[in-house]
């Protein structure tokens, strides 16, 4: 039996027992371990990629058949299941739900390419393009709270074929990590009147020691107290909370600043293992029960984590994170690479 249940210590909310009735063993191997002869991502491998949620594609063109540039599909190591409801309930003084939720995967390209930053400008807009598409289908399902979008990249092997894509999870929940954005935020605007993201901006710009790439929409910087080496944020300069109601042209300097700060990221580190996580406000649906000033206090934001350094005791223990590379220096660095 699947189920999401609350961490009562921490307040995470942990999707637990995603094997069912499967043998774990078996389904771990076949996770990770799928020798691929054919790369279920190209077109010509539609049937076996899964079934199609969306797609931009040539007018014409039936589903789950070639034709498309940007393609969703329901994600087969779904960890969580679309038919069912949430049931919150308790169990004694625990608190659990069923599995609900939507897990899907981008297909970023038709082309086997395996980095998003090797895409075009142009395609990458695309796929930003397909994030909000997708979104905003999903805040129609009220049972939805928060939708996350996420990339794991990693280099090629004969278990990972390495196409680009990315991947969306629905959830009934906000996650901790972002109510605690949210909590940080909704407090510094308390007592400022200011948005706290807007803030970092500002001063970032103005003594732009930690900026690594800037256009007319957005900023890239390395944060001040960085998690990783080579960590990257991507801000929107105009303040919005909500990556749904960003317009076309934003998205489009936001494809250019991304695959320009994953170029460089790339380069410097050969390209590295690295994730980036899309943290937008959770759905804002009337009389949702968010605070009055969310629209004003929270700024939403892409977060790019090279995992060059394995977590130790440290890290797992406190919670904190020991950056051996100051971000200044790591700005630096990124700023000086020649794309
Ligand atoms: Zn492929
Ligand atoms: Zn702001
Ligand atoms: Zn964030």
Same mark, same amino acid.
């Given at each position: 039996m699947t189920e999401i249940r *609350?961490? @009562?210590?921490?307040g995470q909310w942990i999707v637990t &027992?995603?094997?069912?009735?499967?043998?774990f063993f078996t389904s771990l191997a076949l996770q990770e371990k799928?020798?691929?002869?054919?790369?279920?991502?190209?077109?010509?491998?539609e049937k076996v990629s899964g079934k199609e949620i969306y797609a931009l594609r040539t007018p014409g063109t039936p589903a789950?058949? @070639?034709?498309?540039?940007v393609r969703v599909i329901v994600s087969k190591?779904?960890?969580?299941?679309?038919?069912?409801?949430?049931d919150r309930r308790p169990e004694g003084m625990y608190d659990l739900m069923n599995n609900v939720g939507a897990h899907e995967v981008i297909i970023?390209? @038709?082309?086997?390419? *395996?980095?998003?930053?090797?895409?075009?400008v142009d395609q990458v807009t695309k796929v930003l393009s397909t994030y909000q598409a997708r979104m905003r289908d999903l805040e &129609?399902?009220?049972?939805?709270?928060y939708s996350l979008v996420f990339k794991n990249q990693r280099k090629a092997s004969k278990y990972r074929l390495g196409h680009s894509h990315s991947q969306l999870v629905a959830l009934p929940i906000t996650p901790k990590s972002i109510k605690d954005e949210l909590q940080n935020s909704r407090e510094y605007y308390s007592y400022k009147e200011r948005c706290l993201y807007c803030d970092v901006i500002t001063q970032e710009l103005k003594d732009? *020691? !930690?900026?690594v790439e800037e256009n007319d929409y957005f900023v890239a910087i390395t944060p001040f107290?960085? !998690?990783?080496?080579?960590e990257v944020w991507v801000l929107p300069k105009?303040?919005?909370?909500?990556?749904?109601?960003?317009?076309y042209d934003s998205i489009n300097n936001l494809a250019k600043i991304l695959k320009g700060s994953l170029l460089r990221i790339e380069k410097v580190l050969d390209d590295p293992p690295l994730n980036y996580m899309l943290h937008t406000a959770p759905y804002?649906?009337?009389?949702? &029960?968010?605070?009055?000033?969310i629209r004003d206090d929270y700024h939403w934001h892409i977060e790019i984590t090279p995992q060059i350094l394995e977590l130790t005791g440290f890290e797992w223990g406190t919670g904190s994170y020991i950056e051996p590379l100051l971000p200044e220096t790591a700005a630096q660095i990124l700023r000086d690479v020649k794309l």
């Open positions: *609350k961490d @009562p210590f921490t &027992g995603t094997e069912g009735e499967q043998d799928t020798e691929w002869k054919v790369c279920p991502f190209c077109p010509g491998s789950d058949s @070639p034709g498309w540039e190591q779904a960890a969580l299941q679309i038919e069912s409801d949430p970023e390209t @038709p082309d086997h390419i *395996k980095n998003l930053s090797n895409l075009s &129609g399902d009220r049972r939805f709270k732009p *020691k !930690r900026i107290a960085s !998690r990783f080496p080579f105009r303040h919005n909370c909500d990556y749904l109601r960003e317009s804002l649906r009337e009389r949702e &029960g968010y605070w009055g000033t």
